[in-house]
C-alpha cells in the first residue's frame, strides 16, 4: 500500500513515547505492532490496508460495527451544537433524553441515572453510593462489600478491591479495601468437579450463610450477572442471579449488578438479570453504552436508593461526588443513536439467533478439536479453553502462552481475538453479519489447529 515508511514511522514513535495497558512494554517494543488507522463495519483496517475481522469488538464495546452512520452523524450534529458543558449545577438536552430512554429500557425500578466516564467510575459510583445510603439511613457499621472470586469490576482502588485477582492485584494489596468473598458456581465445578447443579447449591449455600452470617456489616453484595467476562468467561447457571438477589433481600444487602460486560444485549438479553427477571439496587453499565464510540458510562438506582438522598441542603446528605465531563454530551448523543439501532433493527429479536448458531456451530467445529477443553458461552460472550490432554485435563506449560500464540495466527489470518490464560475470547458486534459470524468461527478453528498440531 505504498504507506511503510509511515508504518516504520508510527512503530518508533509508539515504542518510544507510548505505555500501552496490560502490556509487557519490553516485548511490545520487541514486536511490530498492529497499527490501526480505520475502521469499516466488523473490521479493522491497519495503516498499511490489511482488514481484521474485529472478534472482540475493540474490547467489548463495539456493538454496531465501526463508522455506523447514524452514529456518526450523531456526533456530528452534537459537535454543531456544544461538545460538552457540565453537568454540575447545569443540565443539557442529550444527557436529559438518554436517562430517559435507558430507564425506559432497565429492569423495571431502576429510576435515576448517575453518569460518569468508565466502567470502573460507574462501578465507584455504585459502592459509594451504597455505603453513603446505610449512613443516611443510620445503619452505618454497614460499610463492607461481598463480591464473587475472580470477579472483575475494573482498575480504579475502589474497583480492585470488590475485585478478585492474584495475579493483576499483587503489587497493589496494600491499597485495597478487604472485601468478603464467594465461590461461584463455575469455581465449585471447575475445582470439585461438581455438576452445574450441585456447584450453584453449594455457591448459593456460601453466599447465603455469609451474607447471613455478616448481614449486619454489609452494604452490598456486587456481581457480574450471568457471566464473569474477565475471569476468562465464567457463565452461571439459570437461577443463580435470582438466588444471590433473594439472599441479599431476605437481610436487607444492597444488590449491585455490574453489567458493564452483559449489558447492551451481549448476553441474548438487553440486560443480563433479565433472564432471571431480577432488579438490582444498583446497576453500572458502560462498554456497550456508546455503541464502542466514546467514553460514558452510568450507574441506575431505584427510587429507594435516591429518595434517601434528599433532604435540605444543610443536612448534607447530597452525593458528592462527580467527574468533569460527566454526561458528556456528545458522548449521550451518540448514546441516543444507539438506542434507535436497538429499536429499529429489533436487535433483541433478531440477535439472538446469530448466538445460537454460534454456539452450534463451536460445540460442532471447535468443541471436537482435539485440544479445546470446553466452550462456555452465553450469547455472544464467549472462552475456548485450550489444554494440552484432552483426555487428562493436562494443562500446557504456561511459558507457552497458547492461547496468545493462537491469537497471532489468527490475526495473520484477519480475524481479531484476545487470549485470557489459556482460554480464548470472543464476542463480535450484535450487528456482525452471518458471513462474518462463518469466518470468524473458520479462521479461529484454523488457528487453533495450526498451533496446536505444532506445539
Ligand atoms: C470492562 C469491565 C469493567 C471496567 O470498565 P472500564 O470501562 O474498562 O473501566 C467493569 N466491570 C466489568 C464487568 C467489565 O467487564
Redesign the pocket.
Given at each position: 500500500m505504498g504507506s511503510s515508511d509511515r508504518y516504520d514511522t508510527l512503530k518508533r514513535m509508539d515504542h518510544t513515547h507510548l505505555w500501552h495497558p496490560f502490556t509487557q512494554m519490553q516485548e511490545w517494543m520487541g514486536e511490530d505492532p498492529c497499527i490501526i488507522a480505520e475502521g469499516d463495519g466488523s473490521y479493522l483496517i491497519d495503516v498499511n490496508g490489511n482488514r481484521y475481522l474485529d472478534g472482540v469488538s475493540s474490547?467489548?464495546c463495539n456493538l454496531f460495527g465501526h463508522r455506523r452512520p447514524e452514529l456518526d452523524e450523531a456526533l456530528k450534529a452534537q459537535t454543531d451544537r456544544i461538545a460538552h458543558s457540565t453537568f454540575l449545577g447545569l443540565s443539557h438536552v442529550p444527557g436529559i433524553e438518554l436517562a430517559a430512554r435507558l430507564t425506559a429500557v432497565m429492569p423495571p425500578g431502576l429510576t435515576r441515572v448517575f453518569y460518569s466516564d468508565?466502567?470502573?467510575?460507574?462501578?465507584e459510583v455504585a459502592l459509594k453510593l451504597a455505603v453513603q445510603y446505610w449512613q443516611l439511613l443510620g445503619q452505618t457499621e454497614r460499610t463492607q462489600f461481598a463480591r464473587l472470586e475472580e470477579s472483575?469490576?475494573?482498575?480504579?482502588v475502589g474497583?480492585m478491591s470488590v475485585g478478585y485477582s492474584e495475579l493483576f492485584h499483587h503489587y497493589h494489596r496494600t491499597m485495597l479495601f478487604p472485601a468478603l468473598s464467594v465461590k461461584p458456581p463455575y469455581a465449585y465445578q471447575r475445582e470439585q468437579g461438581l455438576t452445574e447443579a450441585e456447584a450453584m447449591e453449594r455457591s448459593v449455600a456460601e453466599a447465603r450463610a455469609t451474607v447471613g452470617r455478616e448481614k449486619d456489616r454489609l452494604a452490598a453484595f456486587i456481581m457480574?450477572p450471568v457471566m464473569q467476562?474477565?475471569a476468562g468467561m465464567w457463565p452461571q447457571p439459570a437461577g443463580y442471579v435470582r438466588a444471590i438477589r433473594d439472599i441479599c433481600a431476605d437481610n436487607g444487602v444492597l444488590f449491585i449488578a455490574?453489567?458493564?460486560?452483559?449489558g447492551f444485549g451481549h448476553t441474548g438479553r438487553m440486560w443480563a438479570c433479565e433472564h432471571d427477571g431480577v432488579t438490582p439496587d444498583l446497576m453500572?453499565v458502560?462498554?456497550g453504552i456508546t455503541g464502542g464510540y466514546l467514553?460514558l458510562?452510568a450507574t441506575f438506582a431505584t427510587e429507594q436508593i435516591f429518595s434517601a438522598f434528599l433532604g435540605e441542603y444543610g443536612e448534607f446528605k447530597s452525593f458528592f461526588h462527580g467527574h468533569t465531563y460527566t454526561g458528556n454530551p456528545l458522548c449521550c448523543a451518540v448514546a441516543l443513536a444507539g438506542l434507535d439501532i436497538f429499536e429499529r433493527e429489533a436487535l433483541m429479536e433478531t440477535v439472538p439467533a446469530k448466538m445460537t448458531w454460534l454456539e452450534q456451530t463451536l460445540q460442532a467445529d471447535i468443541l471436537s478439536l482435539p485440544h479445546v477443553r470446553e466452550i462456555r458461552q452465553r450469547g455472544f460472550m464467549t472462552g475456548m479453553e485450550l489444554v494440552k490432554d484432552k483426555a487428562r485435563g493436562e494443562r500446557y506449560d504456561p511459558g507457552l502462552r497458547i492461547a496468545n500464540q493462537v491469537v497471532l495466527e489468527a490475526r495473520r489470518r484477519g480475524v481479531i481475538v484476545r487470549p485470557l490464560g489459556d482460554t480464548l475470547i470472543m464476542l463480535p458486534p450484535l450487528t456482525i453479519s452471518d458471513a462474518e459470524l462463518a469466518t470468524l468461527v473458520d479462521v479461529v478453528r484454523d488457528s487453533i489447529r495450526h498451533v496446536t498440531e505444532a506445539s
Open positions: 474490547l467489548w468508565s466502567g470502573a467510575t460507574a462501578v472483575y469490576h475494573g482498575d480504579t474497583a457480574e467476562g474477565a455490574d453489567e458493564v460486560a452483559t453500572c458502560g462498554k467514553p458510562a
